[in-house]
């Protein structure tokens, strides 16, 4: 897996729990907080990460979400959008209709402008057919390897991922992730976060033996450390974490406050060989929506244009 230099991030105009990614995120909690109060505090949060991770030295293009019509997660950016170090964009079906409308023509239009594209791919007409498929949500994509791992679920639909991997000539592999309740992971990111040399996977979720060994054997093989979470771990976002590289070229690993509290001493040692750790707390932005920091961060492998 190659760390991205820069990352993209949307500052939210109207953050708040959503009841319609609700349906199959196990990871959200309503609040008694109002709708303008999760806003502030979201809005606290996401500022102090992006000043965490400039004062890193890790590159980061924000940009702005507009109030109208309201997206409550607009925060998490790479389920709609993704790029690769080959110089293509990805825009992907999203399962909850407001969440489509985090698709915006001028954020494109921007990269655009800064960075090379070769080739743009708008994968959105499978929502019509109910089938999904959430960006680097659903897929962790090793770009050295042409690797994707996926969890499959009503978010990550399995011919969509297939279609989606022939198309780029990446090779797919599939298992079943499941939570405490055995119901599916509704993202893989959430279980599973690959750096360049080591891989945080929670085991625990994988249940079938066969698809767990598959995977972990693929991992080594590729020159991936394994560091392996227990669930109690995944549900405190410790799977959600993201390798960047930084402008002198130093892996950092981002993660949440949360994350980083529920590592064991022997697991923060191993992930330190690899990659400088930076936890960033997000607990709002965690309990109402589900998600965390990883969620938060679509990388931009894309070659910056030389400025004249």
């Not at 969890?151 to 939570?179: C, G, H, M, P, W």
């Not at 020159?223 to 130093?250: C, R, W």
Request: charge should be negative.
């Amino acid at each position: 897996m190659l760390p991205a230099a820069t990352i993209l991030m949307v500052r939210p105009a109207a953050f708040g729990y959503n009841e319609q990614t609700a349906e199959n995120n196990y990871f959200q909690s309503d609040s008694d907080l109002s709708q303008e109060e999760l806003q502030s505090k979201a809005l606290d949060e996401f500022d102090n990460m992006v000043k965490q991770l400039q004062s890193h030295d890790i590159s980061v293009l924000v940009m702005e979400d507009h109030k109208i019509p309201a997206k409550p997660s607009a925060i998490f950016p790479n389920n709609w959008l993704s790029t690769s170090p080959d110089g293509k964009l990805f825009i992907y079906p999203m399962y909850a209709p407001n969440r489509r409308l985090e698709k915006r023509e001028e954020f494109i239009q921007q990269l655009a402008k800064e960075y090379n594209i070769k080739d743009v791919q708008d994968w959105s007409e499978y929502e019509v057919e109910g089938r999904f498929l959430e960006g680097t949500g659903s897929m962790i994509i090793d770009h050295v390897n042409k690797l994707i791992y996926a969890a499959v679920s009503e978010r990550t639909n399995l011919s969509v991922l297939e279609k989606f991997a022939a198309a780029n000539s990446y090779q797919a592999i599939a298992f079943l992730a499941t939570d405490k309740n055995d119901m599916p992971v509704y993202h893989t990111n959430v279980m599973m976060a690959l750096g360049e040399k080591f891989c945080v996977l929670c085991e625990e979720a994988i249940r079938e033996e066969w698809e767990l060994i598959a995977v972990k054997q693929l991992l080594e093989s590729t020159g991936h450390a394994v560091v392996p979470i227990t669930l109690d771990q995944m549900y405190a976002f410790a799977g959600n974490m993201l390798e960047v590289k930084n402008s002198k070229g130093e892996n950092i690993l981002v993660m949440s406050q949360a994350a980083f509290d529920s590592l064991k001493k022997g697991q923060k040692e191993t992930l330190k060989q690899f990659a400088k750790l930076l936890p960033i707390p997000v607990p709002t932005v965690e309990a109402a929506e589900g998600g965390s920091v990883r969620c938060m961060m679509a990388e931009i492998f894309l070659e910056k244009k030389i400025s004249s």
